[in-house]
């Protein structure tokens, strides 16, 4: 009796044991997963707050540019530096490759909305000085400035929403 009871506790500890085991193992691959996940989401917010970031300080630029021309018709004394349309172009990419497919989307429509406006400024600004041969850029001329600042404006809110709601999607998956 004393072996079977002996056979029978170390059959239980073993078991307790293996359990343990496979506990712990599937407990760290939960964790692994919810740690990537959590780092993913991070990766995500920074690539959002950088588009962000570079539409309002173009936005910053070109209003000012907007209003001059549309009130007064007057040139303002400087460009848009290339550099502010070349950050929002590059995070542009970056929420390409991060995504989600639809926010992406409105990131596109962000940059396309920004440049096409960034380039009636420099048109009109030019005043015709420009010999434009290209049907794609003489059709900046016909851009109304106030629409194109009010459009840009839209596109980044509905990019902010779309961005929260994203975010706000993986933080549920991760709990």
């Given at each position: 009796m004393a072996i079977v009871g002996a056979a029978a506790g170390m059959l239980g500890a073993a078991?307790?044991?293996a359990?343990?085991?496979v506990s712990a193992v599937v407990t760290g691959r939960s964790q692994e997963r919810s740690q990537h996940s959590h780092w993913r989401r991070q990766v995500r917010?920074?690539?959002?707050?950088t588009l962000i970031k570079a539409a309002h300080e173009l936005y910053r630029e070109l209003t000012p540019r907007t209003l001059s021309l549309a009130h007064n018709g007057v040139r303002y004394p400087a460009y848009a530096p290339n550099e502010l349309v070349a950050a929002?172009?590059?995070?542009c990419y970056t929420?390409?490759?991060e995504g989600p497919a639809d926010v992406s989307m409105q990131a596109d429509v962000v940059r396309d909305i920004f440049t096409r406006w960034n380039g009636a400024i420099f048109w009109q600004e030019a005043s015709g000085d420009l010999a434009l041969t290209h049907p794609e850029l003489e059709a900046l001329a016909n851009i109304d400035l106030l629409v194109?600042?009010?459009?840009a404006g839209d596109a980044q809110e509905k990019f902010l929403t779309m961005a929260r709601k994203a975010l706000d999607a993986t933080s549920v998956r991760e709990s």
């Open positions: 078991v307790g044991a359990g343990a085991i917010r920074d690539a959002y707050t929002l172009v590059e995070a929420v390409q490759l194109a600042r009010d459009l």
